[in-house]
């Protein structure tokens, strides 16, 4: 049947009416899942024990996406395997309210010092954002006879092997900064692997090790104290923390930088409007300033950047990573 125009342009428009009056239901349905997110609490794995630096950005984290997110975000500690426990756990969550603390162990050096995991790091985990860098420091027993990292150095090669180092397991960011600091120096210093930071440090703070590499919010306080003589940072210059406390650059190894990073990954089931929320909420919770100040307090340094540039930096992290390794011949427990 043919219409007249005036009556064909009256329908196309009633048609037009019917079909928007259709579209709000849906339209406030997708709007109301995504804002709907999260429904209930949120839960961080942290794929270490109690201790270290990543408790210190995990729960300084937490607190700040708790108020941004309208639940609780709390932590829950899952050490065991380098970190590997804990991602296989996240990878197969899909209850969409389960995060975890990528670490440059887990995202960038676990894939390439086990021959084979239960995931991929990759295809089974989704960047959200890079939280906080965190400095590496040297450090040494009080009772170790070396004031300096050049000290340490000429204490080492006198006795190969028989100075040691303790780390919280292996391929963990201790781990590496001090395999790498061995490779600058050209030294030979024992391997202790612990079963995450806590542990480690009780036995550095005791003598029974004679030297670490550990994140400094996690040691600050021992240097402080006495207990513990930083040698070097790992840091491109000086901390304000420490002033008078050289880099390896400055100690005669130009070029040096060992600084370890915390980041916020997700299940590959997470929708991407939950993705985006909690990275706009990272965003937001890095540039507190309460958060600000209490993680630079511990010379930790916030970011809180986008998925794609937290992704952009796992991958360029796992490049430079995977050639020390091969170099080191760095092997899981």
Same mark, same amino acid.
């Given at each position: 049947?043919?219409?007249?125009?005036?009556?064909?342009?009256?329908?196309?428009?009633?048609?037009?009416?019917?079909?928007?009056?259709?579209?709000?239901?849906?339209?406030?349905?997708?709007?109301?899942?995504?804002?709907?997110?999260?429904?209930?609490?949120?839960?961080?794995?942290?794929?270490?024990?109690?201790?270290?630096?990543?408790?210190?950005?995990?729960?300084?984290?937490?607190?700040?996406?708790?108020?941004?997110?309208?639940?609780?975000?709390?932590?829950?500690?899952?050490?065991?395997?380098?970190?590997?426990?804990?991602?296989?756990?996240?990878?197969?969550?899909?209850?969409?309210?389960?995060?975890?603390?990528?670490?440059?162990?887990?995202?960038?050096?676990?894939?390439?010092?086990?021959?084979?995991?239960?995931?991929?790091?990759?295809?089974?985990?989704?960047?959200?954002?890079?939280?906080?860098?965190?400095?590496?420091?040297?450090?040494?027993?009080?009772?170790?006879?070396?004031?300096?990292?050049?000290?340490?150095?000429?204490?080492?090669?006198?006795?190969?092997?028989?100075?040691?180092?303790?780390?919280? =397991?292996?391929?963990?960011?201790?781990? *590496? !900064?001090? $395999?790498? #600091?061995?490779?600058? &120096?050209?030294?030979? +210093?024992?391997?202790?692997?612990?079963?995450?930071?806590?542990?480690?440090?009780?036995?550095?703070?005791?003598?029974?090790?004679?030297?670490?590499?550990?994140?400094?919010?996690?040691?600050?306080?021992?240097?402080?104290?006495?207990?513990?003589?930083?040698?070097?940072?790992?840091?491109?210059?000086?901390?304000?923390?420490?002033?008078?406390?050289?880099?390896?650059?400055?100690?005669?190894?130009?070029?040096?930088?060992?600084?370890?990073?915390?980041?916020?990954?997700?299940?590959?089931?997470?929708?991407?409007?939950?993705?985006?929320?909690?990275?706009?909420?990272? =965003?937001?919770?890095?540039?507190?300033? *309460? !958060?600000? $100040?209490? #993680?630079?307090?511990? &010379?930790?340094?916030? +970011?809180?950047?986008?998925?794609?540039?937290?992704?952009?930096?796992?991958?360029?992290?796992?490049?430079?990573?995977?050639?020390?390794?091969?170099?080191?011949?760095?092997?899981?427990?």
């Amino acid at each position: 049947m043919t219409f007249p125009p005036n009556r064909r342009r009256a329908l196309q428009a009633g048609g037009a009416l019917a079909a928007a009056s259709a579209f709000p239901s849906l339209l406030l349905g997708n709007a109301h899942a995504q804002s709907a997110w999260p429904t209930k609490s949120v839960r961080l794995i942290v794929p270490f024990a109690p201790g270290g630096s990543s408790e210190i950005v995990a729960r300084s984290a937490a607190s700040e996406l708790t108020k941004t997110l309208g639940q609780s975000v709390f932590v829950d500690n899952k050490p065991g395997a380098g970190g590997n426990i804990a991602m296989q756990e996240c990878a197969a969550s899909t209850d969409g309210h389960t995060l975890i603390l990528g670490h440059i162990g887990t995202m960038a050096v676990n894939p390439f010092i086990y021959d084979k995991l239960p995931f991929d790091t990759n295809r089974d985990f989704q960047p959200i954002s890079l939280l906080a860098k965190v400095p590496s420091l040297y450090v040494v027993n009080a009772n170790v006879p070396a004031k300096n990292l050049q000290e340490f150095i000429a204490l080492a090669r006198a006795k190969p092997g028989q100075l040691n180092y303790g780390s919280a =397991g292996n391929g963990s960011a201790g781990h *590496l !900064a001090f $395999e790498y #600091l061995k490779m600058a &120096t050209n030294t030979f +210093v024992l391997h202790v692997p612990y079963r995450g930071t806590g542990p480690q440090l009780t036995d550095l703070l005791a003598g029974r090790l004679d030297a670490a590499a550990v994140g400094a919010p996690a040691i600050l306080a021992h240097i402080k104290s006495g207990k513990l003589r930083c040698i070097a940072t790992g840091t491109k210059e000086r901390l304000p923390q420490l002033p008078d406390v050289p880099t390896v650059a400055e100690s005669g190894f130009p070029g040096f930088e060992m600084t370890q990073w915390y980041g916020l990954n997700a299940p590959a089931s997470m929708s991407q409007a939950a993705i985006d929320k909690i990275a706009e909420a990272c =965003g937001k919770a890095m540039r507190n300033p *309460l !958060a600000t $100040e209490r #993680l630079r307090g511990d &010379t930790a340094q916030p +970011v809180g950047d986008s998925p794609a540039q937290y992704g952009a930096f796992i991958a360029a992290e796992q490049a430079r990573w995977k050639k020390v390794i091969a170099r080191a011949k760095i092997h899981p427990d």
